[in-house]
């Protein structure tokens, strides 16, 4: 797998989350679970925003949206990663190296912009009740969308294309357990000097720019709350926005120390706060967004009562 001078390589072998023998059954275990949660809960959510026409509004047809991508977005990852844990050498090639990339940075970075305009629907719906209807119509939510995913799509071609011009003379070990952006230029024997500067870009306008954004809403969000008089409103309002917060905060969180890290931080820290927005991050919006909303609980429980008759 390990070409000579003067030659490129074709395939990849992924370090994985660790090459010790007896964590590899226990970790495949772990994760077969998880995806299987991921899954069952992203498509549930689904279905139930898709069969209530109760939840036919903004603030669930994001959640769809978030749902969708949080489904493909782990089957990106988690499939390949339980083969490679029952084998002995984790391949992948080159092209199917290049297409978990892009589906990668595609997803990751819709998920950005998906979120970011859950939270200016919040901010709408909470410092401007009386327009809501009129500011977030369905045309300009899924304008919103359409401009998450060309946004998505554009961004994880620049990575891709840029991606392209690189060689690979004799390292082919990454460092990972799929194939990250990082621990791919590392291999390169060109240099990475433009794909560095693209992620850094890229990751600028996309983690730092939108989180500034969703903290500039939640700051007038807080501020609105706390005008409001009656406890009870105040509880709701939070209620509203808690599960939001939760999930912007893991996700960009562990997002920003992945991309903007040090660069004394290892190379194993980085596989471990990888693995929250690639697999906890999809795992648990289903449950942030649905334990502690009663319009979720409501159409579970009419969508079970019409499927028993």
Do not use: W
């Not at 050498?89 to 978990?100: P, V, Y």
């Not at 807080?222 to 599960?243: V, W």
Request: proline share 4%.
């Amino acid at each position: 797998m390990t070409p000579g001078n003067g030659s490129f390589v074709t395939a990849f072998i992924l370090v994985g989350l660790t090459d010790l023998p007896h964590l590899q059954l226990l970790l495949f275990c772990l994760f077969l679970v998880l995806y299987v949660v991921t899954v069952l809960g992203n498509l549930g959510l689904i279905a139930l925003i898709g069969l209530n026409s109760h939840l036919q509004t903004p603030m669930y047809f994001f959640l769809f949206n978030l749902s969708f991508i949080d489904f493909c977005y782990s089957s990106v990852f988690t499939p390949k990663m339980l083969i490679n844990f029952t084998s002995e050498k984790n391949i992948i090639s080159n092209r199917g190296c290049m297409t978990q990339l892009y589906f990668f940075c595609f997803s990751i970075i819709s998920e950005c912009y998906v979120l970011t305009s859950m939270s200016y629907d919040r901010y709408v719906a909470i410092c401007n009740p009386l327009l809501y209807n009129i500011v977030m119509p369905p045309k300009v939510c899924s304008s919103l969308m359409l401009v998450s995913y060309l946004v998505a799509f554009f961004d994880a071609m620049a990575h891709t294309r840029f991606r392209l011009r690189l060689t690979f003379c004799d390292g082919n070990t990454i460092n990972h357990y799929f194939c990250d952006i990082h621990p791919v230029l590392q291999l390169s024997c060109t240099s990475t000097y433009v794909n560095e500067l693209v992620v850094f870009i890229v990751v600028g306008i996309n983690v730092i720019v939108l989180s500034v954004t969703i903290f500039v809403s939640y700051a007038s969000i807080l501020s609105s709350i706390l005008r409001i008089s009656s406890t009870e409103g105040r509880s709701k309002a939070f209620s509203t926005c808690s599960s939001h917060i939760i999930a912007v905060s893991l996700f960009f969180g562990s997002c920003a120390f992945t991309y903007l890290k040090p660069s004394s931080i290892s190379m194993h820290k980085e596989k471990i706060s990888s693995v929250f927005y690639t697999s906890v991050g999809p795992l648990m919006n289903p449950f942030i967004y649905s334990l502690r909303n009663k319009d979720v609980k409501t159409a579970l429980k009419k969508t079970l009562s019409r499927s028993r008759f």
